[in-house]
């Protein structure tokens, strides 16, 4: 991979707590390499009870709260990629979040969509179901995480 580390904004549709994983997950796997950012359309914190699952599946903290899309593009930062995460099954209105996204950041040559299910279904669940689906989460975030940097390496 080159000297200058790959910029990465994560974007999911509501308070960015998918985002949030995806950008832990890239500071524990790739110390600098690549540097992520997170966002979303709402501001607000981080259920507790998701917290509390992360905490005990990612070796590193989440980000409780983020700036929205629309802060982090008035700061003008430069971003090699933007990457929506949504749940097209669900209520999420995905389509209509990627273009939104995609307009705001047209000069970004890079975009990418992963569908992710959105963790707030978790909260509908309890004990070890709400385990499990937060696991998997993490676990389909943090494959298409290195599927990225592995792409990324080939292009280098």
């Not at 790959?6 to 890239?26: D, E, Q, S, W």
């Not at 507790?48 to 700036?67: F, G, H, M, R």
């Not at 890079?110 to 070890?128: I, Y």
């Not at 696991?135 to 280098?156: C, M, R």
Request: hydrophobic share 40%; with cysteine.
């Amino acid at each position: 991979m080159s000297a200058t580390p790959i910029n990465i904004l994560f974007v999911c549709v509501k308070k960015g707590v998918r985002a949030a994983i995806a950008k832990a997950i890239v500071e524990q796997q790739f110390n600098g390499m690549v540097q992520a950012t997170c966002s979303g359309f709402e501001t607000g914190g981080t259920p507790q009870a998701i917290l509390d699952e992360l905490s005990n599946l990612l070796c590193v903290p989440i980000q409780t709260e983020s700036k929205t899309v629309f802060e982090y593009k008035k700061t003008k930062e430069n971003f090699d990629y933007v990457i929506t995460l949504c749940d097209q099954i669900s209520i999420e209105q995905c389509n209509l979040f990627v273009e939104c996204v995609n307009v705001v950041y047209s000069h970004i040559p890079n975009k990418l969509r992963w569908n992710v299910p959105n963790l707030g279904s978790a909260l509908e669940l309890s004990g070890n179901d709400r385990t499990m689906f937060v696991k998997e989460v993490v676990d389909q975030i943090t494959f298409q995480v290195s599927q990225l940097v592995a792409n990324i390496q080939v292009k280098s």
